[in-house]
């Protein structure tokens, strides 16, 4: 199952190395990883998609993470209400007179265009995984150059309806 | 003018170097010992080490695996963390069995290696290596020193996230600008305590998880206490014994948990595990509660998961979270120091059902199959030989080992009664330990016997430090169990392999007594049962260290045992054939 981890962290050198480093020692298969500042300086926020086997797996994961020296908080939101968003740039193979048609395919998908050239154009889209997987497969027919995506990054929302704990731990 | 008052300035106060700051940092740990080895990254610091007249001996081994593995020795036998100082490239790469070793049986290390200076690290610079790349899966944490300021911070974290929580191995890569950097000196105020956001062990347990074992005690009939090195970290071997007393619980040990519990204790099962007693495994088998008290479930302890204690309720009190159902289920997860934890489980008065007739059945257990040997009849017997030096020692030494059959005998055949007497190489296995730890166990406790019982093999790895325990005269018995071979190797051959005995028998082997005598040590051979008893006598009276080389049957087989991939309970060799 595809889980998304959270994790904040002290901005150190090597915090990344050591993290990633235990996750591939430990074989979990990681799909994404974004890093980025937080609002507090010196604090990163890490954000992990994750594909483990089980629940089992899961607790094994957070806890690893979370007995890190430079991790703070750890957080597996899959089941909470959360926000989450990446971003894609598409290089797409089209001629002049494709570009209007383009324009206007995307315009649903908040997207835009922000790269021409003779033969290509560079659309830039924002939003969840799969409405990204689904502007790619519309492109498709035009012929993709290039894609390159970020990964995910994620939120728990600022309101969260009551939802059963079962994935809180105790210890 | 101004110009003046600076130089004036610069004149009151004396300058340092980094090496100085470092080693002022180290006497302000307590560091008795420095086990390491010099080299050119870490010229500084040797510079500053006898300029100063520091206030630790620094010990000179003659291979980094040597020093880091008397300085875990150390660590096991004090509980102080061991210190390592090794220069960069080889020298810290040298160092890398040992920290794997000392991280995967949580020894608190702290490690101090050279790095080139900052201006040349990334070009592939003489004596060069990623030290932090290197370690980072095998260290608890680790630092480069990038600013002056920063050393005696760094110091100051290092030790104590190498000694709190789950203790383990941090590593501090210096680059020679730093060491060599004039500053004025820095300390860290003394009383002031480390604080890390990140890093806050738990040492008490969640009382509503105490609540749950005493509760779950009052209905089990068959409870078993798994005891682990954890109690040994922790200092809780009085509490485990009141636990056990209190409730006529019945304990058995893992490998490294040796000598938390009296191993002549009415309530003691032995080891468990792979070559662990009939009665232990067994008992975790049958039981119906499993309470385990720092051990990590290791695969050589469970053997196959599937049937690990298959109708038991598992109890586990650990100080890493990480280490609750990583391996076995766990119902009830205590994270906590086991001596808090034991002390909390101490203070509730739990009415428990009677367990004689559990204990009853476990006794028969022992009594009917007990561990055994067959004595060879032209060669010595290595089990017999461990029973000898376990009498003659009245079970008071501290024994360090190197890893195979001899590690296992040892574990077998001599009963631990105090904790901390116990120093091998569990997690890792690594060969070549059981010297150099020698070398520690002795720093560490000058007043004890200290036997280094090895096999030929692993003696063969790191001998070379019998140049150590002369220069210093460190009184130890090197003990080789010399069966010519790579016994434990040769026994899964035989048996797992259909006798196709590989690489695993030594057609030479050098004359050890004379290479004993070559480093000015005496040398004792013994091959044969009749003189043995009277020359090992003679070996314990001896002032001073002294190596046996015992000629023992190569074809003995560690027995009885859990093969891989089978349940505890599918023993062999648990009777004679």
């Known amino acids: 199952m595809r889980r998304i981890i959270t994790a904040t962290v002290q901005n150190r050198s090597g915090v990344l190395n050591r993290v990633t480093g235990m996750l591939t020692k430990r074989q979990f298969n990681i799909e994404s990883i974004t890093v980025g500042e937080s609002e507090k300086e010196g604090i990163s926020k890490m954000t992990f998609v994750i594909d483990v086997a089980d629940h089992l797996k899961v607790e094994q994961l957070t806890k690893q993470l979370n007995k890190q020296i430079d991790v703070i908080k750890v957080q597996d939101i899959t089941d909470k209400a ?23 395919l995307i315009l649903p998908f908040r997207a835009t265009i922000i790269d021409v050239s003779k033969d290509s154009l560079v659309v830039e889209v924002t939003g969840k995984p799969e409405k990204i997987n689904a502007l790619i497969e519309l492109l498709k027919s035009y012929g993709i150059k290039e894609i390159t995506r970020t990964g995910i990054t994620a939120f728990l929302r600022g309101y969260q309806p009551q939802v059963s704990e079962m994935n809180t731990i105790s210890i | 003018m101004s110009l003046k008052v600076v130089k004036k300035q610069k004149e009151q106060v004396q300058q ?54 008397a300085a875990e020795s150390y660590a096991r036998i004090t509980g102080k963390p061991g210190v390592v100082l090794a220069t960069s490239g080889p020298g810290a790469t040298n160092l890398v069995t040992g920290i794997a070793d000392a991280m995967i049986d949580s020894l608190p290390l702290v490690i101090l290696t050279g790095q080139v200076a900052k201006g040349v ?13 290197i370690t980072t899966p095998i260290t608890k944490y680790n630092y480069q020193v990038n600013k002056i300021e920063d050393l005696p ?19 501090i890569d210096i680059p020679k600008n730093i060491s060599q950097e004039l500053s004025e000196p820095i300390k860290v105020e003394k009383n002031v305590k480390v604080h890390l956001q990140g890093y806050q062990p738990t040492i008490f347990p969640n009382p509503l998880q105490v609540v749950k074992l005493l509760e779950s005690l009052k209905h089990a009939k068959k409870p078993v206490v798994l005891a682990g090195a954890g109690v040994l970290f922790a200092e809780a071997s009085c509490e485990l014994k009141q636990f056990a007393e209190k409730y006529q619980l019945p304990v058995t040990n893992t490998l490294l948990g040796l000598g938390s519990f ?3 204790h009415p309530l003691f099962l032995g080891m468990a595990g792979m070559h662990g ?20 479930f290791d695969d050589r302890l469970t053997g196959n998961v599937e049937h690990f204690a298959p109708n038991a309720k598992v109890a586990h009190i650990d100080i890493d979270p990480a280490e609750i159902s990583k391996n076995v289920d766990t119902e009830i997860p205590l994270v906590g120091d086991a001596k808090e934890v034991l002390k909390l489980l101490l203070k509730h008065e739990t009415e428990t059902p009677d367990h004689s007739e559990w204990n009853y059945h476990l006794n028969q257990y022992k009594k009917e199959k007990p561990l055994w040997y067959e004595k060879p009849k032209e060669h010595l017997s290595p089990q017999w030989l461990v029973q000898q030096i376990f009498e003659i020692t009245k079970g008071d030494a501290i024994v360090t080992t190197d890893v195979g059959q001899h590690q296992m005998w040892a574990a077998q055949y001599y009963q631990f009664k105090k904790p901390n007497r116990w120093v091998t190489s569990g997690g890792l296995g690594t060969m070549g330990f059981g ?15 200290v036997v280094s019982l090895l096999g030929d093999g692993g003696f063969q790895m790191t001998l070379q430090e019998l140049a150590v325990i002369r220069e210093r005269n460190l009184p130890v018995k090197v003990i080789i169990l010399n069966n010519q071979a790579l016994g434990m190797v040769r026994q899964w051959q035989e048996t797992f392999y259909e006798k196709r005995i590989s690489e695993s028998v030594f057609s030479y082997n050098p004359d050890f007594i004379k290479l004993a005598e070559s480093y000015g040590i005496p040398g004792v051979l013994i091959e044969d049962e009749r003189s043995a008893r009277n020359k090992l006598e003679q070996v314990f009276h001896t002032d001073g260290p002294i190596v046996v080389d015992c000629h023992i049957a190569q074809s003995e087989c560690v027995n009885p045992m859990v093969a891989p991939g089978k349940g505890l309970h599918e023993m062999i060799g648990v009777e004679k054939e």
Do not use: W
Not at chain 1, 85 to 104: N, T
């Open chain 2, 153 to 171: 911070k760094i110091i100051k974290e290092a030790f104590y996230i190498a000694t709190t929580g789950r203790p383990g191995p941090v590593v």
């Open chain 2, 262 to 264: 009296p191993g002549d």
């Open chain 1, 82 to 104: 959360h926000v989450v968003r990446e971003l894609a740039l598409i290089k797409v193979s089209a001629s002049r007179q494709h570009q209007a048609e383009i324009q206007s």
């Open chain 2, 121 to 133: 690290i990334g070009t592939d610079a003489f004596q060069e290596a990623d030290v932090i790349g």
């Open chain 2, 277 to 296: 007693t009939y009665a232990a495994n067994m008992a975790l088998t049958e039981c119906d509660l499993l309470i385990n008290i720092g051990a990590r």
């Open chain 2, 435 to 449: 010297l150099p730890a020698a070398i520690g166990a002795q720093l560490a406790a000058p007043n004890d016997t």
């Open chain 2, 16 to 69: 340092v170097t980094g090496s100085d700051i470092l080693i002022d940092a180290l006497t302000e740990q307590n560091v008795e010992f420095v086990f390491g080895y010099p080299g050119g990254a870490v010229l500084p610091i040797y510079d500053a080490l006898y300029r100063k007249k520091a206030s630790f001996q620094h010990i000179l081994t003659r291979h980094e695996q040597g020093a880091i593995h």
